[in-house]
């Protein structure tokens, strides 16, 4: 397995918004891919600070999925809300429980 890790730094003021999108609109979108397995999002209120991990079956299946643009279609969803640019990083999944 494989996870996509992104983190982002949103604008202190439109965490709530960030949060009702991810919610109703990436949650949806992301259990519809193909080899997708799980999907996480941590947020610390204080600070703005987050990060989304997603799972996937394979390294195939993660990269075929940036490939196919839904991943930048899902960054384009919370685009307004960000106060910087998102960093993602993808790691072999090692130990899962």
Not at 36 to 45: A, I
Not at 64 to 84: G, I, P, T, V
């Amino acid at each position: 397995m494989f996870a996509r890790c992104t983190t982002m730094q949103f604008k202190l003021a439109f965490i709530d918004k960030a949060v009702e999108i991810y919610e109703n609109s990436i949650v949806s979108a992301a259990q519809s891919q193909k080899g997708f397995q799980g999907l996480n999002f941590y947020l610390d209120r204080k600070t703005g600070k987050a990060v989304s991990i997603a799972i996937w079956d394979s390294e195939e299946d993660a990269l075929a999925n940036e490939k196919s643009l839904y991943y930048q279609e899902q960054l384009l969803k919370l685009r307004h809300y960000f106060a910087n640019p998102p960093i993602r990083e993808t790691y072999e999944v090692i130990v899962r429980v």
